[in-house]
């Protein structure tokens, strides 16, 4: 069976439910429910989940994985920057997110997330008017240079760009499998893997608009969040640990502790590799 494996969900789960008699959590990305679930199972009735995703497909696992708390749980299909209202409507104590992408997209939704997988270039988690496909075949090379240097620190940006506007000069690039192919022409040997999950991810993050989400939600969180109040972020690259440093650094209300997963856990969920636990306090 095809599993998402919680990053860092001991951490995530103490932090997260202790010192919290009432009041809602919000998990801001919900996925198959793995966070939601340790969070549900460690607080008591007075305590409610609201579950935030912007893929349908994951709200309906999710929904199936957390049945057994329906009275506690409250399903939203939406992005996490319209987390404004539920401050106005809910006692609103813990924010939780974890971000990026899960297993089950990547394996089962067949969005075009990864170069290991002959699919059609996709990439958007939810409703979005881009799609990856638009950005390699119309975008102008110097905007595509600028997405994989930015988005993907990607050294060989220029050159890949440039072999990406050839070739799509010649026929569209319809799936991962070719744009993958572009990619490693375009790069020595021995960085090919590294470049691909670069330029895969610059792609995903523009598709996504997923820094522009993460800065205004946790902007929002940090503002409305009452004293005792907490946020967990847990991160899977550099430009989304600058959001969380960037914003929480100017506040002078706030508490932030780091954790990175242990050694068992990196051996046993490749997902834990890049992970890091931001644990924020407003005092
Ligand atoms: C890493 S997965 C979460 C996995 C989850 N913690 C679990 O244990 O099953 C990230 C999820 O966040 C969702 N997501 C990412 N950005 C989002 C956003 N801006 N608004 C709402 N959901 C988002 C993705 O669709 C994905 O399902």
Do not use: W
Request: glycine share 4%; with cysteine.
């Amino acid at each position: 069976m095809l599993e998402h494996i919680p990053v860092l969900l001991n951490e995530s789960k103490e932090f997260i439910c202790s010192d919290l008699l009432e009041g809602t959590i919000v998990d801001c990305t919900c996925g198959a429910g793995g966070h939601s679930k340790a969070f549900l199972e460690n607080s008591n009735d007075n305590v409610n989940v609201i579950c935030i995703d912007r893929d349908r497909d994951a709200i309906e696992i999710a929904k199936k994985n957390l049945s057994e708390y329906i009275g506690r749980i409250e399903f939203m299909n939406t992005r996490f920057s319209e987390i404004e209202k539920l401050f106005d409507e809910k006692s609103v104590k813990r924010v939780f997110y974890d971000l990026g992408i899960s297993t089950m997209q990547i394996d089962l939704f067949e969005k075009g997330f990864t170069y290991k997988r002959e699919q059609n270039l996709d990439m958007r988690m939810g409703e979005s008017d881009i799609t990856a496909y638009k950005i390699v075949n119309e975008y102008p090379l110097d905007e595509l240079v600028k997405i994989f240097r930015v988005y993907g620190q990607e050294r060989f940006s220029k050159r890949i760009a440039e072999n990406i506007v050839n070739e799509r000069g010649i026929k569209p690039i319809e799936t991962t499998t070719e744009l993958a192919l572009i990619v490693r022409k375009s790069v020595p040997r021995s960085m090919e893997l590294k470049s691909l999950s670069r330029i895969f991810q610059a792609i995903r993050i523009v598709v996504n608009d997923e820094l522009t989400e993460l800065e205004n939600s946790l902007r929002i969180s940090l503002d409305r969040l009452p004293a005792g109040g907490r946020i967990a972020v847990i991160t899977y690259h550099s430009l989304e640990r600058n959001i969380v440093r960037g914003l929480t650094m100017t506040m002078g209300n706030v508490k932030v502790r780091k954790k990175n997963p242990s050694r068992d856990e990196i051996k046993n969920n490749r997902r834990a590799r890049s992970a890091k636990l931001y644990k924020i306090e407003v005092l």
